[in-house]
Structure formats: structure tokens, C-alpha cells
């Protein structure tokens, strides 16, 4: 019997060939041919105003919060059930990470509590587009304008998902998408900056560029470059572009192939949803998801055990999600709980993450029939 890994790298055909016409080029530094070329990409297709690449979504995170220069004490409202990178990125600066609870249907943010957990140190909100379901983007934005703070998408998860026919990752100041190898498009490692402020363009050039004005000297509009701000190293190299731009030209079809895999999921568990024995993940109305995860809510912990125990003894590989930041060590460290977080809980404690991956679509009626059999 095979084994069905939780994920699985998928070639879409051109990855090869771009990496070997790469290969010949003189230099495969950043912000070469084909960095650039994913880049007119990513802006073009996703409606920001400027897309810079970069080595991780954890590193357009860090962009950011230099972006915003956050300063110690300064606080960020943001879901504990994310990844760590969410709050990561921010305590680099001195940063507070406030966790807020999640709503009980999309996972995401609830954004009906944001308020009760601003004080005058917050700076911004960050909206994790979880399983690559929006937030609800116009209450969030509402509430930031109201009392002059940024909002941050992070929009690792959510690349070509849509909130009101608006493409995630266009609705924040800023957003961060991931191209890591758990994610939809991927290159390996890899990830992009969004930005939809003017504003922060010159300075994210600089600060990707390790604090000197090389990008303005490389447009010929200065004769030499020089250490002028704050910054890091966050260009990816030449390779990781070309491969990824081979992914980037297929998206529409890798997102496509994934939703098909993802309904017959849920069409799948749509019974047993009715007889109570677990939930399914809501899309609201307003969202157009992009296939990235399909997951489970099971009654109790002791029964996502079971489940969990049954796939694993038939080779496949179910797994669950994060261990809610306000509960691990560095969460207590460095950041703070808003409200009881009693949704962000369960949800640790229930879901499950099925396997979904192209190609999956032969053998997936063995993970449904061995799922419902052990509910
Ligand atoms: C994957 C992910 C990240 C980090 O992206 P990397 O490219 O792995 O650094 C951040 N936030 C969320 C919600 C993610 O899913």
C-alpha cells in the first residue's frame, strides 16, 4: 500500500528549462532578468502597487516591520493561531505582539475584537488570510483608518485568492505572500513583499538592497552607492526566480487543480458534516479561496486522535496546525493575550490538516473512506 504524504513538490512543466537558461547568463545575483520578470508578474497580476522579492515570507514580514519602523513597546494586533513568523518579524523590532481570537468559522482574525484590544501604543493589524480564505478586509480597514493604524496581510497562504474580486495581498499597506515549499506557487524557499503605499517604495528598495542606495545606483540615477539607512540582505538569487517564475506562469492552473481536489474533499465530508461528526471550512460569500489547505474540525481532541491514529496506520499522513503563539514559550515572552482566545483553543486542540497535493485527486477517495470509517 502507498504511502500519501501530507505534501508533495509538483513541477508544472518550464522549471527545468528556465533554471538551465539561467544557468548561461553572466550573473545570478538578484534583481536580474528574471527576478525582475516575477516581479512585473506578481504586480501586474495581483493589482499592488510594487512587488519586491525576497528570500522567505518570514523575510517580507521583517521588511516590514522596519518599513513601519516599529519600535520597542509598539503593538501589533494579530491572530495567536498563525505561524511564528507573524509575530517573529515584529519582536526583531522590540515589538508587542496582541493576540486576539479567531472567528469560529473562517479561522481568521475576528475582527469584531480588534477594538477592545487597541491601545495607544498599537501601530497596525495584521490579517492572516488563513488557508488562503480573506479576512473580512473592509471591517479591518474601517477600524485601522478610524484610529490611524496600518494594516499588514499576511498572505502567505492566500497567493491568488480574492476578498470582494479583489486579490488578497492588495488590501493591506502591505502584504507578505510566501513561496516556500508548503505553499501553492513555490520555488523551495521564497517569498514576496507587496506594497500598496507609494510611500514605502524608496525605503524598501533600501532596506532590501543591505541599507545602501544600490538599486537608485544600478538605474544609473546616482554615479555611486553608499550605506544611507537601516537594512538587510533580502534579494534571492537568480535560480530561485527562475524556477519560480516557471510556477508563476502555471498559477491560474495550479490554483485551478487544487480546488478541484479541495471539492471533492468537501463534497466528500458533506454528510458527515450534516450527522454532526465534524465540521468543514466555511468560505464566506465575499472570498474566493485558493485551494490551499483543506481541513477538518473534529468534536474533541480524543477524536482528532483517533482520526489522526487511523490515517497514520494506513500510510496517510494527516497532521495538525500551530500550537497557538500565546501559548508557547516565546508568545508568553513577548507578546500579550486580548480576551479569553477560547476559539484559537479548540481549534488547536480539533483540527486536522488532510493531505493536498496535484496529483492526489487518483488516491483520494482512500483518505475520505478512511477518514469517515475512523469518525
Ligand atoms: C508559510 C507562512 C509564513 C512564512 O513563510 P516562509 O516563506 O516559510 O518564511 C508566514 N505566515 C504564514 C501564515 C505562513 O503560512
Not at 31 to 43: A, L, M, S
Not at 70 to 87: C, H, L, Q, W
Not at 107 to 113: I, M, S, V, Y
Request: aromatic share 8%; glycine share 8%.
Amino acid at each position: 500500500m502507498s504511502q500519501i504524504p501530507f505534501t508533495k513538490n509538483h513541477l508544472v512543466g518550464d522549471e527545468i528549462k528556465f533554471l538551465k537558461q539561467a544557468l548561461t547568463q553572466s550573473s545570478l545575483v538578484g534583481d536580474g532578468p528574471w527576478g525582475t520578470q516575477c516581479e512585473k508578474w506578481i504586480t501586474s497580476h495581483l493589482g499592488c502597487v510594487r512587488s519586491f522579492l525576497v528570500p522567505s515570507g518570514t523575510a517580507s514580514l521583517e521588511m516590514a516591520a522596519l518599513l513601519l519602523d516599529i519600535k520597542r513597546g509598539d503593538e501589533i494586533i494579530m491572530p495567536s493561531y498563525t505561524f511564528v513568523s507573524t509575530a517573529n518579524a515584529f519582536v526583531l523590532r522590540g515589538g508587542i505582539p496582541v493576540f486576539v481570537d479567531i472567528r469560529p468559522d473562517t479561522l481568521n482574525l475576528d475582527e469584531t475584537k480588534i477594538e477592545g484590544a487597541i491601545t495607544s501604543k498599537t501601530r497596525a493589524i495584521l490579517a492572516v488570510h488563513y488557508a488562503g480564505v480573506g479576512c473580512e478586509m473592509d471591517t479591518i480597514r474601517t477600524i485601522a483608518q478610524k484610529n490611524n493604524l496600518y494594516v499588514i496581510e499576511d498572505a502567505a497562504q492566500a497567493f491568488y485568492g480574492q476578498y470582494q474580486g479583489k486579490w488578497l495581498g492588495s488590501l493591506g499597506d502591505l502584504a507578505a505572500l510566501s513561496f516556500h515549499g508548503t505553499k501553492n506557487i513555490s520555488c523551495g524557499e521564497g517569498g514576496a513583499l507587496l506594497i500598496n503605499q507609494l510611500q514605502f517604495i524608496k525605503q524598501a528598495e533600501i532596506i532590501r538592497e543591505k541599507g545602501t542606495n544600490r538599486t537608485q545606483f544600478i538605474r544609473g540615477e546616482i554615479d555611486k552607492y553608499t550605506w544611507v539607512d537601516r537594512g538587510s540582505s533580502y534579494l534571492p538569487s537568480e535560480l530561485q526566480s527562475a524556477f519560480l517564475y516557471a510556477q508563476l506562469k502555471e498559477s491560474k492552473k495550479i490554483t485551478k487543480q487544487r480546488l478541484k481536489i479541495w471539492n471533492l474533499y468537501h463534497e466528500g465530508f458533506a454528510q458527515a458534516e450534516k450527522e454532526g461528526k465534524l465540521a468543514r471550512p466555511v468560505v464566506p460569500q465575499t472570498c474566493q479561496h485558493n485551494g490551499h489547505m483543506y481541513y477538518l474540525i473534529l468534536p474533541s481532541e480524543k477524536k482528532r486522535e483517533k482520526v489522526m491514529g487511523a490515517l497514520k496506520q494506513k500510510g496517510i499522513q494527516a497532521v495538525t496546525h500551530y500550537v497557538p503563539l500565546h501559548f508557547s514559550p516565546a508568545g508568553k515572552k513577548y507578546g500579550r493575550s486580548s480576551g479569553d482566545l477560547k476559539v484559537t483553543t479548540r481549534i488547536s486542540n480539533c483540527l486536522v490538516r488532510l493531505p493536498l497535493w496535484i496529483g492526489l485527486e487518483k488516491q483520494i477517495n482512500r483518505v475520505l473512506e478512511e477518514v469517515l470509517k475512523s469518525l
